[in-house]
C-alpha cells in the first residue's frame, strides 16, 4: 500500500520516538548496573600494602575501608552511613596518634600492625580499632569495640617493657540503664594482647579487698539517699523506687576489681530496708551486667561464688 511523503515521515518518527525510548532505558540500566565510582578519601602505603579509604558516593554517602597487597584486595568492608575512617587514631591531633604509627609494633608480638580507627558518632557511641597484622601474613587480629564520650575516651599506654601497648576503655553497658547516659556509671577496663587477640588483664584490674567496716561506711550514704529520695512513699518497691546509681557505681567498681562478694555484701549494707524489690533490682543488675562484651573475662576475675548471696539483714546493716 501506497503511503506517501506524509506517512513515510510519520513512520519514521514513531520509529525515532522507539529508539530513543529504548536507548533511554539502556542508559538508565547501565547506570543502575554501573553507579558512580567511589571516591578516594586518603591513601596510605605501608610497605606492601596500601590502605584506601572510600566514600560511597553511590548510597548514603558512609565511608569504607579496602586493604591491598599488590592488586589482591585483602580486606574490605562497608561503613555505617555517618562512619567515617582513619589510618591510626580518630585524629592526628589525639596524644594516641603516636602509639598507632602504622608499621608500629601494637600487639607486642614482633609483627608489625595497622590499625585503623571508624566512628559512627552519636553520645557513647561507636568508636573501633581495627588492628591487622601486616607481617609475613595478613589477618585482621581484633576489632576492639571501645565507644567513647567527651569525659571518657580510650586512652593507650605503652608496656613497661616497650612492647605491646594496654587499651584502658570504659564498659558502657549500663549506660541510659536506669538513669540518664550522663549519669550512668560506666566502669574501667583495661586491655591487652594475649592469646591472639586483645583481653581483660586481670592483673591490673584486680584490687586490695575491702574491709568490711569501710563498706560499711561507703554505702551509708548511699542509703541515706535512698531513704530520703523515697521518703514520701509514693514509690518505695523497684523499678519504681527513687534508686541513684551510685548505688550501681559502686557495686560494678567492686566487680571490676574482682569482688563480687562485696558488691553483693554493699547491697545489702546500702539498699533501706522500707524500699522493695531489693531481689527484683539484683536480678535485673545481673540481667544487665551479663550483657558487657568483658562480662566472661570479668566473671573469671571473681571469688568462688557462695551459695547464695550474702544473707546480711537490713536490720542488721542500719545498725
Request: hydrophobic share 40%; with cysteine; proline share 6%.
Amino acid at each position: 500500500m501506497y503511503r506517501g511523503a506524509a506517512g513515510t515521515r510519520s513512520v519514521v518518527a514513531a520509529v525515532s520516538v522507539m529508539l530513543a525510548a529504548i536507548f533511554s532505558a539502556q542508559i538508565a540500566l547501565a547506570r543502575e548496573h554501573h553507579p558512580p565510582a567511589p571516591e578516594l578519601i586518603s591513601e596510605q602505603l605501608i610497605g606492601p600494602y596500601v590502605a584506601r579509604v572510600y566514600r560511597d558516593t553511590a548510597g548514603c554517602g558512609g565511608e569504607f575501608l579496602e586493604i591491598a597487597r599488590g592488586l589482591k584486595v585483602v580486606y574490605s568492608t562497608r561503613g555505617h552511613c555517618q562512619q567515617t575512617f582513619r589510618v591510626g587514631a580518630l585524629e592526628s591531633s589525639d596524644v594516641d596518634d603516636k602509639f598507632l604509627a602504622p608499621g608500629s609494633d601494637v600487639t607486642g608480638d614482633g609483627s608489625p600492625n595497622l590499625v585503623v580507627s571508624a566512628y559512627t558518632g552519636g553520645a557513647n557511641c561507636c568508636l573501633s580499632y581495627y588492628v591487622f597484622d601486616i607481617g609475613t601474613k595478613f589477618r585482621l587480629v581484633d576489632t576492639l569495640h571501645l565507644e567513647q564520650d567527651e569525659h571518657a575516651a580510650p586512652h593507650l599506654v605503652r608496656l613497661e617493657d616497650g612492647h605491646g601497648l594496654q587499651v584502658i576503655t570504659h564498659d558502657w553497658t549500663f549506660s541510659g540503664w536506669h538513669a540518664s547516659p550522663p549519669q550512668s556509671p560506666a566502669p574501667l577496663v583495661i586491655l591487652h594482647y594475649r592469646d591472639g587477640a586483645f583481653h581483660v588483664d586481670e592483673d591490673l584490674m584486680r584490687e586490695p579487698a575491702m574491709s568490711l567496716g569501710k563498706l560499711q561506711a561507703e554505702a551509708s550514704p548511699v542509703r541515706w539517699r535512698l531513704l530520703t529520695g523515697n521518703a514520701d512513699g509514693a514509690a518505695s518497691s523497684w523499678p519504681s523506687a527513687k534508686v541513684s546509681p551510685d548505688l550501681w557505681e559502686s557495686m560494678l567498681s567492686l566487680i571490676y576489681a574482682g569482688h563480687e562478694d562485696l558488691a553483693w555484701k554493699y547491697l545489702d549494707y546500702a539498699w533501706p530496708g522500707d524500699v522493695r524489690g531489693k531481689e527484683k533490682f539484683a536480678a535485673d543488675f545481673r540481667k544487665q551486667l551479663a550483657l558487657s562484651p568483658y562480662w566472661k573475662e570479668i566473671s573469671a576475675m571473681q571469688p568462688e561464688p557462695e551459695a547464695k548471696p550474702s544473707s546480711i539483714s537490713a536490720e542488721s546493716a542500719s545498725k
